[in-house]
T-cell receptor
């Protein structure tokens, strides 16, 4: 298996622009997680899905952030409009999703976002 | 909530055994203890998970005392490639929610030659 796939790997944009990050989970995994990592705040959970349904989005910073999972093999995280403080590495992870939140998560390589 | 506390950083030399302890005084009955490893510019990677006593795999050992209020990740004979950040997570079961996904600050292990 190719593992969790994220695109783009790097993104540089200007403040105010829309940014869309993409994730393809491991085939057969039913849970998907979006994290954000910065030096100041560490690794933070933004939102997670189970069977394509958002379960907990309380970590989404504000209305500028939105996430969707239209099917089992694809998810997007959108920031609109982007701000410099959104600069971070965004990770997507997936797990089998059999019910336990403590299942092993498999992380993607991350998207390094820089908002100028 | 079962908050975890780990040392911010540790230093070691190649060939030594490294033990990283995580405190989780408020661990719940159904909680598991999971450790992840993160190399620079990569996502975290699962190392080991346990509930009680001792668990061992090809990478590490996890020691959990009877009261489960702490756990120790043991890395035998570390090498330079073990330089990474190590995270301890506590949670489990259907009702845990996001607290099981709180990575915290982790422990930055630096292995020197």
């Amino acid at each position: 298996d190719a593992g969790v796939i994220q695109s783009p790997r790097h993104e540089v944009t200007e403040m105010g622009q829309e940014v869309t990050l993409r994730c393809k989970p491991i085939s057969g995994h039913n849970s998907l997680f979006w994290y954000r990592q910065t030096m100041m705040r560490g690794l933070e959970l933004l939102i997670y899905f189970n069977n394509n349904v958002p379960i907990d989005d309380s970590g989404m910073p504000e209305d500028r952030f939105s996430a969707k999972m239209p099917n089992a093999s694809f998810s997007t995280l959108k920031i609109q409009p982007s701000e410099p403080r959104d600069s971070a590495v965004y990770f997507c992870a997936s797990s089998l999703g059999r019910g336990s939140i403590q299942e092993t998560q498999y992380f993607g390589p991350g998207t390094r976002l820089l908002v100028l | 909530l079962a908050k975890t506390t780990q040392p911010i950083s540790m230093d070691s030399y190649e060939g030594q055994e490294v033990n990283i302890t995580c405190s989780h005084n408020n661990i719940a009955t159904n909680d598991y203890i999971t450790w992840y490893q993160q190399f620079p510019s990569q996502g975290p990677r699962f190392i080991i998970q346990g509930y009680k006593t001792k668990v061992t795999n090809e990478v590490a050992s996890l020691f959990i005392p009877a009261d489960r209020k702490s756990s120790t990740l043991s890395l035998p004979r570390v090498s330079l490639s073990d330089t990474a950040v190590y995270y301890c997570l506590v949670g489990g079961g259907r009702d845990t929610g996001r607290r099981a996904l709180t990575f915290g600050s982790g422990t930055r292990l630096q292995v020197q030659p």
